[in-house]
């Protein structure tokens, strides 16, 4: 029987599910890769690199009289300035402009900012679809210009903006190409004169009439010891004339944003509700915004809702009000609390739920999870559940078995359950039990997949059980105390599958040490600041001691 080996359109088709790195060694493997791996390589390119490996140990050497032969990233830059590579311009669909998230390379920076020089790089970009800008001192009049003018009409996502009017001077202009917008203000910074921010991002926000997806994220100072007073008038808030007419938003997305009586007004009149899909409010002034938003967000297919663990009123009821106002969820994420199962099982069409309310710190308190009986009612009134993340709690030194049990035997289209356990931060000294642990992860995974099984559930290879320890919002007005150092030494992530009826279990700290170590990844040093403890602990997991862990950071 003649061999069938897959045409160069089969293999085009396969690679475009590859990532960077897939690409880059499918180049390696034949010329009939490298011709049809090397256009999707160039398709997205970010233009400002990573800090070189041997950059620390050249800076300090004798600069060489000849210039260095560029490479890498400054190797592709030269390129795409050579008219004669109009190839090569013509694979790029999408820029990047964003920091990498270790050690940058200066010299990329400066170069960007020089003479125009990505203005002049969109420009013979033919191909271009999309540009992120997520560097706010790299905008410019001539840049906003030469996009907005662009043939192929590329779309640009302004990102991670500030609302300082340096970095904003195109703000007053019609912006049709501007698709997504997404800002983090400090409205009480009034140190070189009055804070204008909230004002240029509603221009921004205002002057583009094809937005459809818009982030607002305040952040200030929490706690503190020092009460800082405003020297001038803050705005807090957008400031409507009536004249203003809303883009048509799909995502909108708010933390620590308000919106009082009169302005609530022009929201509730003007925005185009119909077109909104996607709404994530919180971690902060979370129910504030929900308690407006019954009867009017009613064609959400997403909503991630957010609070921090000492919020004292996340907006349980009104959440609740929200969603039994309408019922077309897919995905729902509730992080910070718990609302009741009930209201969340309105929404027959959910295919992705997490639950998530963090460990409480008073050891007389459990955090509310959900219980068999409600496991049962949201098995039967969203059967499409194709991810699901819930809390767990142990009582007298013993596993949730009823809990345990639902899970494994219900939810038959799931493929992917999250589990998290707390780790007894209301006694430090004494940790709950049982220990979660190496063996306990492996016990645990080993037990859930062998009910499944008996249950006549088909489990793919793919499904993955996900146990964890930690936290998600959580945060202290000053030092953080003890019980934060140690919740951080025992964060663990483990990923459990079942493959050829063997269970496999990965610890993704360890994972991440492991490729640090070998130098296949780069981490900040703040980012590594802790992981090998974090491995180390992770093993037997917590124990019994009478050894404080003192105050301070981790």
Known sequence: MAECHPNADVWRVIFEHSDYHELWNLCLVSREFNVIATPLLYRSIPLIAPEEPDFQARRWQKPEKKAPHPRGHRLLISRLQDQANDTLRAWIHEVIIAYPSVSIDHDSIRRLETDDFLAKLIACLPSLRRISIAVPSLQSDALIRTICDHSAKPELLLLNQDGKSETLTFADQTL????TLSANVNTSDDSSGPNRRIPAIQQLFFNSPNLRSFSLEFHETYGGCVIRMPR??????????????????????????????GEWTYWRDGFQWEKLSSLSVGPDNTGDLLDRLAGYATSLTTLKVSAWADDSDPGVKRLEKLLWSFNSLETLEIKGFMCSIAAIANHGNLSTLCLHEEELVHSEHQRRVATAQELDHLDIHCPKLKSLAVCLNRRDNQWPEDVFNKLATRFKNLRNLSLHFGLGLGNINH??????????????????????????????DLFTLTIWTGKYFRRFPRWEPAYSRFEKQYTATYEIRLRNDEIHVRHLQKEKLDLVS???????????????????GAVEGPKDSERGFGRGFF
Request: glycine share 8%; proline share 7%; aromatic share 12%.
């Open 232 to 261: 001038h008038e803050r705005i807090n808030s957008f400031r409507f004339t009536g004249e203003e007419k809303f883009p048509p938003l799909k995502h909108l997305s708010l933390d620590g944003y308000r919106i009082d009586d």
């Open 176 to 179: 049709p190409c501007v698709s």
């Open 431 to 460: 940790p709950i039990k049982p220990t979660i642990n190496y063996s306990s992860v492996r016990s645990i995974g080993e037990k859930y997949f062998d009910q499944r099984k008996h249950s006549g559930i088909d489990i793919s």
């Open 518 to 536: 070998s130098g296949k990844i780069k981490m900040s040093t703040w980012s590594y600041y802790g992981l090998p403890e974090q491995v180390k």
